[in-house]
């Protein structure tokens, strides 16, 4: 198979409502389907880069940092907050959609949360068409974290708390980190060059921020806005997930007002863009396909023609 093109990169900055700078990035041409990617605690619009070369063939993907992660800057733990998940993604939807056009949007792990935080926002009602919910969870977290192999519990609870709260530095990609990132947050197949790619970007979040984000993922809970969450929504999940494992799939599932399906991916674990590019990949173009209608169809002769056509050159507009 003849490699993907490189997409066009289009970069711009979207304030949220505190002033933060949200970097955002979109690929694709205009006028074609519009897709909203949201990642993942200590991750970065690079997670997304299996997602967004496929994607930008024939829509156009929208991409951003997460406050504190990439090129947007950490604000100070003060400002990292629930509700400013929701503040940036609305920020992120007005800067990048027409008026009246909407958007599928796809969150993994704190981006999914991201999602859900915002789901009685009328910007986000107004502008979501359908939404992916990708290895996340609304409430308990620690407590029903699996990264240690111990039995559910108050000590359980507590050391895993320790554990990802460490304000400890994680220092350079080595063999070692790479077989514990792996451990905690891939599925045990998984091909040493994805668990490469994943440690590098998870190394890359500065200290400061992974510390302010655990805190908030900890005391988080966002169930009452899943029933808030009224756009047809489907839920995929790694078997092997032990960061937000199964059940907090299920429980979405059960709770959402539109569900359009749970998906479960045996043996992959909780970095599914990057572990299963293509199942998160078809998820989110099955919904555009379903939702946001023929227009999902309209440029895929222009698509074909890309493909063949060879890479192009990136370009940064600011």
Avoid: K, N
């Avoid at 999914?112 to 409430?139: D, H």
Wanted: with cysteine; aromatic share 4%; net charge positive.
């Amino acid at each position: 198979m003849s490699p993907l093109p490189t997409p066009t990169r289009r970069a711009l900055t979207a304030v949220s409502a505190d002033g933060s700078r949200i970097h955002v990035e979109m690929y694709g041409s205009e006028g074609r389907p519009a897709v909203v990617l949201a990642h993942g605690w200590t991750c970065s619009t690079r997670f997304w880069s299996a997602q967004t070369a496929e994607l930008a063939l024939d829509h156009r993907v929208i991409v951003y940092d997460q406050r504190g992660h990439g090129r947007t800057a950490f604000p100070g733990p003060g400002a990292c907050t629930a509700d400013a998940l929701a503040d940036d993604l609305e920020a992120v939807l007005v800067a990048t959609l027409a008026p009246g056009e909407r958007a599928v949007l796809a969150g993994h792990s704190m981006g999914g949360m991201a999602i859900m935080a915002a789901a009685r926002r009328p910007v986000f009602r107004e502008r979501a068409a359908a939404v992916l919910l990708c290895s996340t969870g609304s409430s308990g977290l620690v407590a029903e974290s699996l990264v240690l192999p111990l039995r559910a519990g108050r000590v359980r609870t507590r050391l895993t708390r320790l554990v990802l709260g460490s304000p400890a530095p994680l220092g350079p990609v080595t063999p070692l980190s790479r077989r514990l990132l792996r451990y905690a947050t891939m599925g045990p197949a998984t091909a040493p060059d994805r668990v490469a790619r994943c440690a590098r970007i998870v190394h890359a979040c500065g200290r400061r921020a992974r510390v302010a984000w655990s805190h908030v993922l900890d005391a988080l809970d966002l169930d009452a806005h899943v029933g808030e969450l009224r756009v047809p929504t489907a839920v995929l999940v790694g078997s092997a997930d032990r960061m937000t494992p199964p059940v907090h799939a299920r429980a979405l599932a059960a709770a959402l007002p539109d569900c359009t399906g749970l998906t479960v991916l045996p043996g992959v674990g909780h970095m599914t863009p990057v572990e299963a590019p293509e199942a998160v990949t078809g998820a989110i173009r099955g919904l555009a396909a379903a939702y946001l209608g023929a227009e999902a169809f309209r440029t895929q002769r222009v698509a074909a023609d890309e493909r063949t056509a060879g890479p192009t050159a990136t370009e940064d507009v600011a």
